[in-house]
């Protein structure tokens, strides 16, 4: 095995936290990209809910490990500095003791498992349903964009909201006037 | 479980909090926490929390809201489930693959938990390892979370196919069976309220 890679298993190895701090970041990323992946290949979600749903998929990956490192770097480092400065204290632990390392290393893990479940589990989702309502409301304003009736003879404009272009059968006349939407 | 130190002259940690035995217990025990632990935390604080966010979310209608929360309760079961067997199941292969053994090449076991080979792990990463100048118990401790280390990078690597084969289809499919629920209780609910 490479010089690089033992160095790096034993870092890992040695500082659990920031090896758990890493991974999930990695595996968020992973995990966003599947749901993604699997909203968009999903037939039996229709249009208007996947112009919310894969947004708010994307949106969620990215906020998510954003936030993740913005919340989750300080806290572990903060508990380690309140750690070594004595401001969080171990009964009958002194900071020479072997049990001092262990203790901070398991305080360190806690601050990261917390600044996950604060940064994922609660910050998250409420930034990516303001993100993804953002993005719903741009993509139905584009709709409506493109959807402006340009003036084509053989074809009924006035059909296009619901029919797509249909052509002018008898069908589709005797459906043009009984039409919610008609006015003369 | 936090007790506050009352300050004095006497104290350097003026105003401090003293964490008490049971607290320390526990630190000791996370500082061994593996990604499986981290992973159930995880899932059930999402679980708990982020439907419920969903259902709160006011800037989009009802049934919008509906399908999200839904969705984020599929993707925490389904997600944490799968995430949970995945790095469980790897870590457990990478301590076997690190197992003491019996001269009949049967895993060693104490108190049901694989006796990992020390010397074997060192060994394989003595450089990394000497590099970094740990005393002697820090060391066994660091060796010990290698089976975990090593474990959960390849249930990283497993993940990137159980994501795409596995978490996606399957919350799409719990997905759709919640749906089939909330509609069939919708319906349920609107029938009894006809007999009123």
Known sequence: MSDFAQKIMAKFADDNAKFLFLTAAFGWFLASAAQTFGIITNKKIDDEDKKFLIPQEIGDGLVNIGLYALITAPLMKHTQKMIDKGAITFANVTKDSPEFDRLKGGAKVIASIAGAVISSNILTPIARNKLGTIAQRKALHQKVQTKAPNYDPYYQPLFQKNMDRAPLKMSNYIAFTRSGNLKI | ?196
């Open chain 2, 1 to 196: 479980m936090i007790t506050r130190i009352q300050s004095n002259n006497n104290t350097v940690n003026f105003g401090a909090l003293k964490l008490n035995k049971g607290a320390q217990n526990f630190l000791t025990k996370a500082d061994n926490f593996s990604s499986v632990h981290q992973r159930l935390a995880l899932g059930v604080f999402g679980l708990i929390v982020q439907p419920a966010i969903d259902l709160k979310n006011k800037e989009v209608d009802e049934d919008t809201r509906k399908v999200s929360a839904l969705r984020s309760a599929a993707k925490a079961i389904i997600g944490t489930t799968t995430g949970i067997i995945v790095r469980g199941g790897c870590i457990k292969a990478a301590e076997l693959k690190f197992a003491k053994r019996d001269s009949n090449g049967a895993v060693l076991k104490n108190a049901k938990k694989t006796v990992i080979d020390e010397n074997k792990i060192y060994k394989t990463f003595k450089k990394g390892f000497d590099s970094l100048k740990l005393d002697d118990k820090q060391l066994k401790e660091a060796i010990n979370r290698v089976p975990s280390v090593i474990g959960t990078i390849a249930a990283l690597c497993v993940m990137i196919a159980t994501n795409f084969l596995v978490d996606a289809p399957l919350t799409n499919k719990t997905m759709e069976k919640l749906e089939e629920i909330m509609a069939k209780k919708q319906q349920k609910e609107s029938e009894g309220a006809k007999n009123v």
